[in-house]
């Protein structure tokens, strides 16, 4: 049998670890301006201009809420909806959307992601970071194929927000 003695010190550092995991401030957290969503989205469509391209593209911040979307002329109403829902896949997975798609059809146990309404399982979406931290996403559609929608979403990345 323990004494209470000899129980009171493993109390103290079970209370001590609990108050040090235990933040009740503020979470102090990057993301995504109206400035820099701006910004991007205008460089993604140079870039899909550049290559001949026409091409819808939406910016959301990291809670997945839209910040700025623009779209040209003569794109399907469809792609506005999947821009949007490209960003938020690879917001909430933290991955290309590409990536996560090609992960779906490869593994069977992420097969199912498809069936999530939010989530659209084709490339266009990509990851916005800021010195490794998450504070949005871009997602592109209508530019000609997943892969090249994704281009002009890196290509624009790499021009504004220095690595």
């Known amino acids: 049998m323990t004494s209470r003695r000899a129980r009171l010190p493993l109390l103290g550092a079970v209370l001590l670890a609990g108050s040090v995991l235990a933040d009740t401030g503020p979470l102090q957290q990057q993301t995504l301006s109206l400035d820099l969503a701006n910004r991007l989205v205008n460089a993604t469509l140079e870039a899909c201009h550049a290559d001949g391209r026409t091409a819808v593209v939406a910016a959301v911040d990291r809670g997945g809420n839209l910040v700025a979307l623009q779209r040209d ?40 992601l498809n069936t999530l309404d939010e989530l659209l399982l084709l490339g266009g979406g990509v990851p916005l970071r800021v010195e490794g931290e998450l504070i949005g996403a871009l997602g592109v559609a209508g530019a000609g194929g997943s892969a090249i929608d994704e281009g002009c979403a890196l290509t624009a990345i790499d021009s504004v927000i220095p690595q």
């Open 73 to 112: 002329d003569n794109i399907g109403p469809h792609n506005t909806v999947a821009a949007q829902r490209k960003a938020f896949t690879s917001l909430s997975t933290g991955s290309t959307s590409r990536a996560l798609s090609e992960h779906s059809r490869q593994d069977p146990e992420s097969a199912n």
